[in-house]
């Protein structure tokens, strides 16, 4: 399974086993599989004829509609999130002929699915943190550099100096690392943050995510 990024994963064929560690489930048509902390591995029996759509934390976010938070270390079937969605995916692609015709009509969906969410909220919004960030040079993790006066980071006791190494236990190795977990978290949904203040000392926070009006902030 991947670690980086989420995965989409469509099956076409007959009803399938997965099996994950010694765990077992049938009759996936389709399912995600969250942003992973280590990689995992996973094995499906029955008949692979399924496609397998990489997504990045901002372009899961814009398609499932849900903070990455709640998918983290998970692999979910995709009926339990939007059965309507996931009938659309997996029923276009199955009527398809050929394969690239099959990648065209997934491609149809996800575009629309983007669409119609800009179409409703007039911006695809991301979480915000009103924080400048920077890679620190001493150890893993981000390290804040500037804060902006009334803003979520603000707001929960982050100050200039201080180096965020973990967002909901899972570590952040970098700025980019951070920044991607910020933007791919709905506005309004609480993250919990520990980083070392400014005097080196251990420290958590629950921080109240913005939003970034589809501008590209932390």
Same mark, same amino acid.
């Given at each position: 399974? @991947?670690?980086?990024?989420?995965?989409?994963?469509?099956?076409?064929?007959?009803?399938?086993?997965?099996?994950?560690?010694?765990?077992?489930?049938?009759?996936?048509?389709?399912?995600? =599989?969250?942003?992973?902390?280590?990689?995992?591995?996973?094995?499906?029996?029955?008949?692979?004829?399924?496609?397998?759509?990489?997504?990045?934390? +901002?372009?899961?976010?814009?398609? #499932?509609?849900?903070?990455?938070?709640?998918?983290?270390?998970?692999?979910?079937? *995709?009926?339990?999130?939007?059965?309507?969605?996931?009938?659309?995916?997996?029923?276009?692609?199955?009527?398809?002929?050929?394969?690239?015709?099959?990648?065209?009509?997934?491609?149809?969906?996800?575009?629309?699915? +983007?669409?119609?969410?800009?179409?409703?909220?007039? !911006? &695809?919004?991301?979480?915000?943190?009103?924080?400048?960030?920077?890679?620190?040079?001493?150890?893993?993790?981000?390290?804040?550099?500037?804060?902006?006066?009334?803003?979520?980071?603000?707001?929960?006791? *982050?100050?200039?100096?201080?180096?965020?190494?973990?967002?909901?236990?899972?570590? +952040?190795?970098?700025?980019?690392?951070?920044?991607?977990?910020?933007?791919?978290?709905? @506005?309004?949904? !609480?993250?919990?943050?520990?980083? #070392?203040?400014?005097?080196?000392?251990?420290?958590? &926070?629950? =921080? *109240? *995510?913005?939003?970034?009006?589809?501008? @590209?902030?932390?």
């Amino acid at each position: 399974m @991947p670690k980086l990024d989420a995965a989409l994963f469509l099956n076409f064929g007959s009803p399938h086993r997965l099996f994950e560690g010694q765990s077992e489930r049938t009759g996936f048509r389709a399912w995600i =599989v969250g942003l992973q902390s280590g990689f995992r591995l996973g094995e499906a029996l029955g008949v692979r004829e399924f496609m397998v759509v990489r997504l990045s934390p +901002i372009g899961a976010n814009l398609i #499932l509609r849900l903070p990455m938070n709640l998918i983290a270390n998970r692999i979910m079937d *995709l009926d339990d999130l939007d059965s309507r969605f996931a009938a659309d995916l997996t029923s276009r692609g199955y009527l398809a002929s050929t394969w690239p015709e099959r990648l065209s009509a997934v491609e149809k969906v996800l575009a629309k699915r +983007i669409a119609d969410e800009l179409i409703a909220t007039g !911006t &695809a919004s991301h979480g915000f943190l009103g924080a400048r960030l920077a890679d620190d040079t001493n150890s893993s993790g981000a390290r804040v550099v500037e804060v902006s006066n009334g803003g979520p980071a603000a707001a929960a006791g *982050l100050a200039v100096g201080a180096v965020v190494t973990t967002v909901d236990d899972q570590p +952040i190795g970098n700025a980019d690392a951070l920044t991607a977990v910020v933007q791919s978290t709905a @506005p309004g949904a !609480t993250i919990a943050v520990g980083y #070392l203040d400014p005097s080196g000392r251990a420290r958590s &926070a629950r =921080v *109240l *995510l913005g939003t970034d009006q589809g501008q @590209p902030q932390s």
